[in-house]
């Protein structure tokens, strides 16, 4: 099988969350690092514009966004599952919540706190990639209220533990709780003075003790450009086709543009080869990596006719 290489930096808490999955799964993988702000000149290629971390290449299929990442790894490799109890709606409902309002109002404390240490050149990217300046007086201002709502949010999962389950859903291992902590994990790491807010909620704090210990599985450093000669030398896997219920009526070979719809915002423009309601893949072209297809999640994307 061709390797499963995943492009990330070891910082992102975003990529925490596979590198939990493949450690679940007891997968082995190529790791590429790539920069935390721009130029990505060895990753664009792959994704056509898409700048966001974590990303999946296996071959010259791409993978964008954690979300696609872990229900192509379920596709691939389903035992031990990611949805143990077989609740998917919960456990993806989970994430969405986790990724757009656990982790915003964990990012918001982090960073008000250390406003005035950030690099210029990061606060340049992130401002870049969310569309907004990234006032240091403001985002220190914020902090007292966005600790409420993180209070708020910790106390949810405390109560969801205070049964004594080793998960958040039971007694196993699952994606609420890799897309749930990955929060956890970045107050705890790269912030220690915000982790004293977590201190009140031993039950949360030992939930994410156990979910850390499952580990990263088999990971092995690769170059950037061997990975971009592997795209090159491959060719796309993905099989043409259009699930029934396409409700603007896509077809494969339809030119369009896909986008996150909440920041880095970067249309990514190709033509479509599969869709269905929970993803996106669309073939292009790259003058490094020849033709690749890259995939995209259907929930928190925007497909438009290019």
Same mark, same amino acid.
């Given at each position: 099988m061709p390797d499963l290489i995943l492009h990330h930096y070891w910082t992102s808490p975003f990529t925490e969350k596979v590198r939990l999955a493949l450690g679940l799964k007891g997968l082995s993988w190529r790791s590429v690092e790539q920069p935390t702000i721009m130029p990505k000149p060895e990753l664009l290629p792959l994704t056509g514009g898409y700048r966001k971390i974590p990303v999946m290449q296996i071959g010259a299929d791409v993978y964008c966004d954690s979300q696609c990442i872990l229900r192509e +790894?379920? @596709? @691939?490799? &389903? %035992?031990? %599952? +990611?949805? &143990?109890? *077989? /609740?998917? /709606?919960?456990?993806? *409902? +989970? %994430?969405?919540w986790s990724d757009r309002v656990l982790f915003q109002a964990a990012v918001a404390v982090i960073f008000g706190q250390m406003a005035d240490s950030v690099p210029k050149e990061f606060i340049e990217d992130r401002s870049k990639l969310s569309g907004r300046a990234f006032d240091p007086e403001q985002?220190? /201002?914020a902090v007292p209220l966005m600790k409420e709502q993180l209070r708020a949010q910790l106390d949810w999962l405390g109560a969801q533990l205070a049964d004594g389950r080793a998960y958040l859903l039971g007694s196993q291992p699952g994606l609420a709780d890799f897309t749930t902590?990955? %929060?956890i994990w970045f107050l705890q790491t790269f912030h220690p003075p915000s982790a004293e807010l977590l201190q009140p909620h031993k039950g949360v704090l030992a939930w994410a003790e156990r979910v850390k210990a499952i580990g990263y599985g088999k990971h092995a450093p690769m170059e950037r450009s061997e990975a971009l000669a592997i795209a090159k030398a491959s060719e796309p896997a993905t099989a043409p086709g259009i699930e029934p219920g396409e409700p603007n009526g896509w077809r494969v070979g339809d030119r369009v543009a896909v986008m996150a719809d909440d920041y880095g915002r970067d249309p990514i423009a190709g033509e479509i080869v599969r869709a269905s309601a929970q993803e996106i893949a669309i073939r292009r072209r790259d003058p490094e990596v020849g033709d690749v297809v890259v995939h995209f999640p259907r929930a928190g994307f925007l497909v438009v006719r290019a």
């Open positions: +790894l379920e @596709r @691939r490799h &389903p %035992s031990p %599952s +990611l949805i &143990p109890d *077989g /609740a998917q /709606a919960t456990h993806y *409902g +989970l %994430s969405f985002m220190k /201002a902590h990955h %929060s």
